[in-house]
């Protein structure tokens, strides 16, 4: 898939996409309606298939004081449009500036100019441009005029509710970890670089890896978790199962919620290594305990709750 964040003076082979066009966040099973209609449409045409996105997130810039919490960083949405088969994204940095474009100079200049766009496909419900005032009626006016064609993909959900990256944000809120991998159609992840930490698990018996969470990341609900590991190695990735606790260990304070994983029969180094974290299953809240003996005692209680739990299941399988 090749990258672009600046595209000025792209070569005609980088143009005349069908793009997918939103902010894709989670790669969620409405998301990827979008995707794969976009890629029908790419197919019948013979052209590339295209992904229009932003970063940041446009509401961290336009209403941060939300404290909008991303439930993918960037490398994690590349990684999952690669999945779908997406050969081109554009990546086009948001800002302030960027949110003065109207929707007509958003078409005209990016889209039809810079992109020259055989496609658009969206959601029934994105908007875009100053004031939020284009909408795929909109689309489908200046498609007419311009030469681009316009596919509109209605709602898809479960239960009566559409699938939307709010939906998976509050499941994971909550704990409800099998719900919002349901909503995605994947296991949800936290990645990033294991950081050294105070050592205590390995006094205890269980030594754990440490991930620190994004500052605008999703924190899932306190608890502990039965998780599979993707260890980077040789080019690839190693998924080794384990248990994790997200929380504030009541018991020592941290000032922060922190993200500890112990690996299961895994003695390597980790200090770091980049890692994925596969959440599978819920376990239990955190809690306070009178005494460390306690606490160790509880520990080996979860490891075998998660070894049993991930028994059942695979791991991402990529």
């Not at 449009?81 to 302030?96: C, H, N, Q, R, T």
């Not at 719900?179 to 698990?201: N, Q, T």
């Amino acid at each position: 898939m090749k990258i672009f964040r600046r595209f000025k003076k792209l070569k005609s082979l980088y143009q005349g996409a069908s793009v997918a066009l939103g902010n894709f966040d989670g790669l969620h099973l409405g998301h990827a309606g979008v995707i794969k209609r976009a890629a029908d449409v790419a197919n019948s045409r013979g052209v590339p298939l295209g992904i229009v996105t932003f970063e940041p997130h446009p509401v961290t810039v336009l209403r941060p004081k939300l404290q909008l919490r991303r439930l993918a960083p960037f490398r994690t949405k590349v990684r999952l449009l690669k999945e779908f088969g997406v050969e081109i994204l554009y990546m086009l940095p948001f800002s302030k500036e960027f949110s003065q474009l109207s929707a007509s100079q958003f078409v005209t200049e990016v889209l039809v100019k810079r992109l020259n766009v055989s496609d658009v496909v969206v959601g029934y419900d994105y908007r875009f441009g100053k004031e939020r005032r284009g909408d795929h009626t909109f689309l489908l006016e200046q498609g007419k005029s311009l030469g681009f064609g316009v596919t509109e993909v209605a709602s898809i959900g479960d239960t009566g509710e559409t699938y939307s990256s709010t939906r998976v944000r509050e499941f994971i809120g909550a704990g409800r970890i099998k719900r919002a991998s349901a909503v995605l159609g994947h296991i949800w992840e936290v990645e990033g670089r294991v950081r050294h930490g105070d050592a205590r698990g390995r006094q205890l018996g269980y030594p754990t890896a440490n991930i620190v969470f994004g500052r605008n990341q999703v924190v899932p609900a306190y608890g502990i978790y039965a998780v599979w590991c993707g260890v980077q190695s040789n080019g690839g990735t190693k998924w080794v199962p384990g248990v994790a606790n997200v929380g504030i260990r009541p018991m020592f304070r941290l000032e922060s919620p922190l993200l500890e994983v112990h690996l299961f029969d895994y003695d390597d180094d980790l200090y770091g290594k980049y890692l994925r974290v596969a959440f599978l299953s819920w376990i239990r809240r955190e809690r306070d305990f009178d005494n460390v003996e306690g606490l160790v005692s509880q520990m080996g209680v979860d490891c075998q709750l998660a070894r049993t739990m991930l028994s059942k299941s695979e791991p991402p399988s990529v």
